[in-house]
């Protein structure tokens, strides 16, 4: 049986272990600096929880990386040292640096590192994308792609609102649409970025919006957001062609809207948000396809380890761009 | 009696003005002009519009005002004929192709004493003005930023009839129009976010490419631009030529002001129904909305007839040209280019 050691119990840590799930791996292990929730885990998908990483390292096939983004670099150096296959969640790591260090450890250690940009799993960016690849729009010319919510909160410990550990909102997840801009568009040869924490980092709230240059001269529109009136969350995506358009906006394919009549008590329903269910969500098919490349050879990665240095590549110009003001060539971030 | 005539029928625009004029009691639409002489002749008949032999012949007739509609590059001698004949002036967007000429329309006016208002209908859109009425309300408190498209099909396609001399192809031209997508869609919104952020643009980047419509058009049709603004709000602009030929409409205007109080979303011209008719074959999103023409129409005429300077300016259609000039400039440099 293919075992499973998951790192991480949090919202990821646990959406990971339902799709792992349903798959033919065990989850076997669970190793998280919250025991509480990696108690509750372990519960639920059977495995051992472990007090340190090397020990869930001894008893696993795979480790499904789900820790904070600071943490990424130094756990899969771990893994690959002790020859374990990797999945990481994006970004894959904190720094360019850390990123490449990961990539050629793994490739020299003869592990695979699959990192889980799950947007390329979502159904209606997939079928963009295939739309884009069976040549029904022609040449790229303009991509427009949006992702935008409220900050992230967690009770305690939020990391997401600490650069130095996540890279805050364009690192965290304007990262998922650099990553699907490159591969609809091709590779970046330059960013231009402005956000509201590039120049006033102690902001309450980030926004930001980018403007990618791809090498055969497409240009992308990235907007992200960490501002949005809670529980707002919106994505869009418009992909113009030299022979085609592909329009994708905002709520534009909700089939379900429930609205409920507050109850007599006086409470607001739970449920008032438009709704677009599916019958397989796209975490479970995400990792469905890395279980498949990790049992079979024949299986080729959707998204590949050099992907997500890629991605990240792009996020860290993007950053720099916001920061200084100045339009960024991706080669100059060798950090 | 306000008498109004209207001054080469090379921007689409002007079928509309005609319209509009004729729906105000008190305007007397005393006639149009055009150097193309088949293009005059056949909206003159369309419209049952007297037809005059020259702009010259026209401005004769001492009319109040005069809408200039003619292509970009040639706004400037047509608003200095008017302006010295003592006519006010309504301009086309933009207002010319480039800085010196923006400059020379507004000083012949100023010089003329004659007023100057540059066509920008989108503040006179219904959504529009409610999106001001909140931000002026402080409703959405510090913008921080906006997403913004006004993308359309390429406007060679926007023609009354298959007639030869009706083409709009010098949109396409470079020399005439001052470029492509950029100079064709940037300053709507650019005017749009001034109008409402009370502030300057200090700083512009843009990057264009000329994938869609490659052979086919000269000039760029895919752009993107961010404009940053003093007050420190960023927004990016889409004005891609994106809209392929057989789109349900020609295209749009949408903005998205992401804010410390909330986000506010508009798409200008959404009031639409979808019309599936045989003999077009494709969908058409066929417009409800209200006529933002007719209110610049509309406050064109009223500051006319009051005396006063209409609520935009020339200066306003200046600032647009400047952030132009500026996005040419960061295209040909890879730099942000900043504004003074």
Redesign the interface.
């Known amino acids: 049986m293919f075992k499973v050691g998951i790192i991480g119990s949090g919202f990821m840590g646990a959406t990971h272990a339902t799709a792992w799930a349903q798959t033919l791996a065990q989850v076997a292990g669970i190793c998280s600096l919250d025991r509480a929730s990696a108690d509750a885990l372990a519960a639920q998908t059977g495995g051992r929880v472990y007090d340190n990483i090397d020990a869930l390292l001894a008893a696993v096939d795979v480790v499904d990386i789900c820790s904070p983004t600071h943490l990424h670099h130094e756990m899969a150096l771990r893994a690959a040292a002790a020859g374990k296959h990797i999945i990481c969640e994006k970004p894959l790591a904190r720094t360019y640096a850390q990123a490449r260090e990961m990539v050629e450890a793994c490739a020299s250690a003869g592990v695979k590192l699959l990192v889980a940009h799950v947007v390329r799993f979502f159904p209606e960016y997939a079928q963009a994308k295939a739309i884009v690849e069976r040549g029904e729009i022609g040449?790229?010319?303009?991509v427009?792609l949006?992702r935008?919510a409220y900050q992230p909160r967690l009770s305690a410990n939020n990391w997401f609102l600490d650069p130095a550990k996540s890279g805050g909102l364009i690192l965290d997840l304007m990262i998922h649409d650099f990553d699907y801009a490159r591969w609809v568009a091709g590779d970046v040869v330059?960013v231009?970025a402005?956000s509201?924490r590039g120049?006033?980092p102690d902001a309450p709230?980030d926004?930001?919006?980018a403007?990618l240059?791809h090498a055969d001269?497409?240009?992308s529109?990235i907007?992200g957001?960490w501002?949005?009136?809670p529980p707002?969350f919106r994505t869009a995506l418009e992909i113009?062609?030299?022979a085609?358009?592909i329009e994708h906006p905002a709520d534009s394919s909700v089939p379900l809207g429930i609205y409920l009549k507050a109850s007599e008590a006086g409470g607001t329903p739970d449920v008032g948000l438009p709704m677009s269910p599916m019958l397989e969500d796209p975490y479970v098919a995400e990792i469905k396809h890395f279980y498949a490349v990790l049992t079979d050879e024949a299986v080729t990665p959707r998204v590949t380890a050099e992907d997500g240095a890629a991605a990240l590549r792009i996020a860290l110009a993007a950053s720099e761009s916001a920061r200084t003001?100045?339009?960024v060539m991706i080669e100059e971030v060798l950090a | 009696m306000i008498r109004l005539g209207i001054l080469s029928f090379a921007h689409l625009h002007a079928e509309a003005y005609v319209e509009n004029l004729r729906a105000l009691p008190d305007v007397e639409l005393i006639g149009i002009a055009d150097d193309n002489v088949e293009r005059g002749r056949y909206f003159a008949q369309q419209f049952g519009v007297r037809l005059f032999d020259s702009y010259a012949a026209l401005l004769a007739e001492k009319p109040d005002g005069v809408c200039v509609c003619s292509e970009n590059a040639r706004h400037l001698p047509l608003v200095q004929m008017a302006a010295e004949a003592g006519a006010h002036v309504l301009c086309e967007k933009p207002l010319a192709t480039t800085l010196e000429d923006a400059q020379a329309i507004v000083r012949v006016c100023d010089d003329a004493g004659v007023r100057l208002m540059t066509a920008f209908p989108m503040r006179f859109g219904a959504p529009a003005l409610e999106i001001k009425k909140l931000v002026d309300a402080g409703g959405l408190g510090h913008i921080y930023g906006c997403n913004a498209t006004n993308q359309g099909a390429l406007p060679e396609f926007h023609q009354a009839a298959n007639l030869a001399f009706l083409k709009r192809d010098w949109f396409v031209n470079k020399a005439l129009a001052g470029g492509g997508a950029i100079a064709d869609h940037l300053v709507h919104l650019a005017d749009l976010l001034r109008w409402y952020l009370r502030s300057e643009v200090t700083e512009v980047f843009a990057s264009a490419n000329q994938i869609m419509h490659a052979g086919r058009v000269q000039v760029e049709t895919g752009g993107l631009a961010m404009l940053t603004f003093a007050n420190g709000t960023f927004a990016s602009i889409d004005c891609s030529w994106s809209k392929p030929a057989y789109y349900p409409t020609w295209g749009g205007l949408k903005l998205e002001l992401v804010a410390e109080k909330g986000l506010a979303t508009m798409d200008a011209f959404k009031q639409t129904m979808s019309v599936y008719s045989h003999s077009v074959g494709r969908p058409v999103w066929s417009y409800w909305g209200s006529d933002a023409n007719q209110g610049m129409i509309d406050e064109f005429v009223a500051a006319i007839r009051e005396g006063r300077s209409p609520s935009i300016t020339g200066h306003d259609g200046l600032r647009a040209v400047e952030i132009v000039v500026a996005a040419y400039q960061s295209i040909e440099s890879g730099q942000p280019v900043k504004l003074s």
């Open positions: 040449r790229v010319a303009v427009r949006t935008c330059s231009y402005r509201v120049r006033q709230e926004y930001s919006l403007i240059r001269g497409a240009l529109n907007e957001a501002a949005y009136p707002m113009a062609g030299d085609g358009l003001g100045r339009h």
